[in-house]
Nanobody
Framework: QVQLVESGGGLVQAGGSLRLSCTAS????????VGWFRQAPGKEREFVAA????????YYADSVKGRFTISRDNAKNTVYLQMNSLKPEDTAVYYC?????????????????WGQGTQVTVSS
């Protein structure tokens, strides 16, 4: 069982930056790909980014490509989402999630473990 805790959300003006963190407890992220998802009010949850177990492979939604960067520090059991050039449409609750996956595999679905989420609000 993996427990995930997100942090780093907050209120920021358009064009600003935030860095989200996702830390695992209970067991490590070993053997897991980790993804970030978000859900805006009245909308379905959507995929944002994911990183492979190795950290070498990453995948981004088109809406965040070039602005967001996902990374991981396996020694710290932590995955980060650096968000730059934020837009009001990035406002959402951001969730991290984990699932077992191959060394360089970056799945976009099938995540089994989820955090509670952290609110990101971008003002115009």
């Amino acid at each position: 069982q993996v427990q995930l805790v997100e942090s780093g959300g907050g209120l920021v003006q358009a064009g600003g930056s935030l860095r989200l963190s996702c830390t695992a407890s209970g067991r490590t992220f070993s053997g897991c790909a980790v993804g970030w998802f978000r859900q805006a009010p009245g909308k379905e949850r959507e995929f944002v980014a994911a990183v492979s177990w190795s950290g070498n492979s990453k995948y981004y939604a088109d809406s965040v490509k070039g602005r967001f960067t996902i990374s991981r520090d396996n020694a710290k059991n932590t995955v980060y989402l650096q968000m730059n050039s934020l837009k009001p449409e990035d406002t959402a609750v951001y969730y991290c999630a984990a699932r077992t996956a191959g060394w360089d595999t970056v799945p976009r679905s099938g995540y089994a473990y989820w955090g509670q989420g952290t609110q990101v609000t971008v003002s115009s």
